[in-house]
């Protein structure tokens, strides 16, 4: 059964320390992006990658950082700098990069940071 | 650089009335268009998307969305709401290097 997992699906933090928030594609696809969601403000950027060990910022990138070492895998760090890390995080692939394919997305992370 | 307009964060429909929900969009290049739904606490589901081909696209569910190049829109319609469409909808422009999603438009349907 393909699909997008993310892990866990809500987390609770304390300010001040770092969490990584898990994801993970068995479709193949090439690309991979991280989007955060806060209500009445759709969809914002943060890290896309379109190749293993590769990836750029998006609109939104201070504060979190990835990596991409497997192909299946793009792990997100929310770092102590994040001002507002409170929020819904939402995984996605694609096959290739920004194009005619559409995004499939994750279940998403609810992350509370208090 | 592209951007996406939705009208109305929240739509109150009827059960059985015609869903209508907007999106106009700005894009320097032809753009490819897309649709998803969002339920509560859930990642987003592709409901249809336009890529050059017919202008009027079906979906699933019984949406479908018409890209008119003159008014720059791709609004989403569905002929009679069902109490299960109750969600919130997202409007998408991308090109090659960038995909933009609108605010997002949250529906309600009345019983």
């Known amino acids: 059964d393909g699909g997008i997992t993310q892990s866990p699906k809500y987390l609770f933090r304390k300010e001040g320390q770092n969490v990584t928030l898990s994801c993970e594609q068995n479709l193949n696809h090439d690309a991979m992006y991280w989007y955060r969601q806060d209500p009445g403000q759709g969809l914002r950027l943060i890290y896309y990658?379109?190749?293993?060990?590769?990836?750029q910022k998006g609109d939104i990138a201070e504060g979190y950082s990835v990596s991409r070492e497997k192909k299946e895998s793009f792990p997100l760090t929310v770092t102590s700098a994040q001002k507002n890390p409170t929020a819904f995080y939402l995984c996605?692939?694609?096959?290739?990069?920004?194009?005619?394919?559409?995004?499939?997305f994750g279940p998403g992370t609810r992350l509370t940071v208090t | 650089a592209q951007s996406v307009t939705q009208l109305g964060s929240h739509v109150s429909v009827s059960e059985g009335a015609l869903v209508l929900l907007r999106c106009n969009y700005s894009s320097s290049v032809p753009p490819y268009l897309f649709w998803y739904v969002q339920y509560p606490n859930q990642g987003l589901q592709l409901l249809l998307k336009?890529?050059?081909?017919?202008?009027l696209v079906k979906g699933i569910n019984g949406f479908e969305a018409e890209f008119k190049k003159s008014e720059t829109s791709f609004h989403l319609t569905k002929p009679s709401a069902h109490m299960s469409d109750a969600a919130e909808y997202f409007c998408a422009v991308s090109d090659l290097n960038d995909m933009r999603f609108g605010a997002g438009t949250r529906l309600t349907v009345k019983p």
């Open positions: 336009y890529t050059s081909a017919a202008t």
């Open positions: 990658s379109q190749i293993v060990n590769d990836f």
């Open positions: 996605a692939s694609s096959p290739a990069g920004f194009s005619t394919y559409e995004q499939y």
